[in-house]
C-alpha cells in the first residue's frame, strides 16, 4: 500500500483516498510575471512523478494545477513593461507551457486562471462573511479574521500567539489582528478590478486556491501539494477559509517539496544565484535536468550546482548505454520480477525515487552483464514511469549543446570518416589526432565490431 508523508500530521500515513479508486489533487502553480525558474521546475516535476505513479498504480486521477494570472507583481511588472496585463501573463504562460514540455511534464487535467474565477471567489467570501469570519475593513478591504477560526495553525505546527510573536509587520490600521489576511483587495483607480457586494476591487491570493480547488474538486479532495515555502501561510491560510466557509475537512494530506539551493545556499534574486529552467535547458538537455530533479527525495533540499547537473548527465548516460547495447521492445510490467518489485516498493514508500533510481541501475548492469534484452525491457517500462529513458539511446548520447565545441553532428560524422580513412592507410597519428581533437571538443568515439559511434561528454 502506497504510504505518504502528510505534512498536516508530521507523519508517514497509508494512502486511503475519499472515493475508493479515485484521487483528486490540487497543486499551487506559477504566478505569471517572470519565467519560471527551478524552483517552478522542482514542482512540475515532482507531482508528475507523483501523477504517474498513482495512475500506474490503478487510480484514476484529477489533477489541477492553477495559474495566478492577477496580483500585485503582475501589475507591476506590466506597468513598468507599458503593457497590458493579459498581454504579460499570456506571454509568460506561453513559455511556462514551453518549458513544461520540455522537461516531460504531462499537461495537468485541469489549469485553471484565476481570473476565470471570480464569482467563485466572491461567493466563498459571503459564506465567510456569513459565518463572522471576515469583515470588511474601513480601508474597503475585506480581510479574514484570524482568531474567529479554531485550530489555525495547524499546518504550520503553530499556535496563534506564536505566530503573532513572530510577526515583523507592524499592524495596518485598517485590521484587527495583523495576521488576519485580506479575501478582498479595494482597487486602486488604476488597477484592474471587478464589482463585488464591497465594492470595485480584485481577489487577494489566498482566496482564488480555495475557490478553483472546490470548483474543479469539490470542498473536501485527497492531495493539497506545493512548495515548502507556501505551507505558511498560503496553505494555512486556504485552510482557514475552505474550513471556514464549508465547515468540512479540506484535504485529507498535504504533500510540500524542499527548496532548491544553489552550491548550498537558498536561491535568491538578491543573491545573484538564480537560473530560469531557459538558462539551465541552454546549457543541459531537459532529461538530465529532469534526471538531477527525479534521483532526490521530493521532501529534501536539492542542491544545484555544475557539477551536479555534470554528473547527472554522466549517470544518464550510463542508463541508456546500457539501454542502446540491446534492442528493448515495450512490454507490460512484470511486477513479480525482483527488480520491478523493489521499484514498485521504493514509490509506494513516499514516493522514494532515489531508491527507484537505484533499482533502474542495478537493472542497467544487468543489462551490461548479460544483454538481456527482458532486462532492458523493463529498465525502459519502469524509467517510463519517471517520464526517462523514453528516448532513442543514440538520440540521446549524442545529444547536447553544439555552442561549446562548434560541432553539428553532420561535423562529427565527417570527421569520423577522415578517422577511418586514416585507419585504412596505416596512418595511426593522424587517427589519434582526430580522436583526440573531438575528445577536446566534447565528444568521445567508441569503437566496436559495427564501426564507430560516439556521444558526447
Known amino acids: ?39 517552478h521546475a522542482r514542482v512540475m516535476v515532482v507531482f508528475d512523478i507523483v501523477v504517474r ?13 492553477n495559474i495566478t494570472d492577477i496580483d500585485d507583481k503582475i501589475i507591476a511588472r506590466a506597468r513598468a513593461n507599458g503593457e497590458g496585463i493579459e498581454e504579460l501573463t499570456s506571454r509568460y504562460i506561453g513559455a511556462m507551457d514551453e518549458d513544461a514540455v520540455a522537461l516531460g511534464v504531462i499537461r495537468p487535467d485541469h489549469e485553471p486562471r484565476a481570473t476565470a474565477y471570480v464569482p467563485q471567489m466572491q461567493a466563498l467570501i459571503a459564506r465567510l462573511e456569513q459565518a ?9 478591504d475585506v480581510n479574514f479574521s484570524v482568531r474567529d477560526f479554531p485550530g489555525y495553525g495547524r499546518l504550520s505546527g503553530k499556535s496563534i500567539e506564536d505566530l ?64 515548502q ?17 464549508s465547515g468540512r475537512p479540506f484535504v485529507r494530506y498535504w504533500m510540500h517539496n524542499g527548496f532548491v539551493r544553489v552550491d548550498d545556499e537558498k536561491m535568491s534574486k538578491s543573491l545573484g544565484n538564480f537560473f530560469t529552467v531557459r538558462e539551465v535547458l541552454a546549457r543541459y538537455d531537459a532529461e538530465v535536468v529532469r534526471f538531477f530533479i527525479a534521483r ?20 544518464l548516460t550510463r542508463l541508456y548505454t546500457a539501454l542502446r547495447a540491446v534492442e528493448a521492445s515495450p512490454q507490460p510490467i512484470d511486477w ?3 527488480a520491478a518489485a523493489r521499484f514498485r516498493a521504493a514509490m509506494d514508500d513516499d514516493f522514494n525515487t532515489p531508491e527507484a533510481v537505484a533499482v533502474l541501475f542495478d537493472l542497467a548492469a544487468e543489462v551490461n552483464r548479460g544483454r538481456d534484452p527482458a532486462a532492458a525491457s523493463l529498465l525502459r517500462s519502469l524509467g517510463g514511469l519517471l517520464g526517462l529513458l523514453q528516448r532513442d539511446p543514440v538520440a540521446f548520447l549524442q545529444s ?55 556521444r558526447r561528454s
Open 400 to 454: 547536447g549543446p553544439v555552442a561549446a565545441s562548434g560541432l553539428e553532428p553532420a561535423d562529427i560524422e565527417a570527421r569520423i570518416a577522415e578517422r577511418a580513412a586514416a585507419k585504412r592507410a596505416r596512418d595511426f597519428a593522424s587517427a589519434d589526432r582526430i580522436r583526440a581533437e573531438l575528445a577536446a571538443a566534447g565528444v568521445q568515439l567508441e569503437d566496436g565490431p559495427g564501426g564507430t559511434t560516439w
Open 336 to 338: 513479480g520480477r525482483p
Open 1 to 39: 500500500m502506497l504510504r505518504l508523508y502528510n505534512t498536516l500530521t508530521r507523519e508517514k500515513q497509508a494512502f486511503e483516498p475519499i472515493e475508493p479508486g479515485r484521487v483528486r489533487m490540487y497543486v499551487c502553480g506559477m504566478t505569471v510575471y517572470d519565467y519560471c525558474h527551478l524552483g
Open 164 to 227: 503573532r510573536a513572530g510577526e515583523r509587520v507592524e499592524v495596518a490600521s485598517a485590521k484587527r489582528d495583523p495576521l488576519d489576511f485580506v479575501l478582498w483587495k479595494r482597487s486602486k483607480p488604476e488597477e484592474p478590478q471587478w464589482a463585488s457586494p464591497w465594492g470595485c476591487g480584485r481577489p487577494g491570493w489566498h482566496i482564488e486556491c480555495s475557490a478553483m480547488s472546490a470548483a474543479l474538486l469539490g470542498e473536501s479532495f485527497d492531495i493539497h501539494g506545493g512548495g
Open 53 to 65: 505513479w498513482l495512475r500506474a498504480s490503478g487510480y484514476e486521477v484529477t489533477y489541477v494545477r
Open 132 to 140: 463572522r469570519l471576515a469583515y470588511v475593513a474601513s480601508d474597503g
Open 229 to 245: 515555502d507556501l505551507q505558511f501561510p498560503h496553505h494555512e491560510n486556504e485552510i482557514a477559509q475552505s474550513e471556514g466557509a
Open 296 to 315: 532526490a527525495h521530493y521532501r529534501s533540499p536539492l542542491n544545484y550546482s555544475d557539477q551536479h547537473l555534470d554528473d547527472a548527465r554522466q549517470a
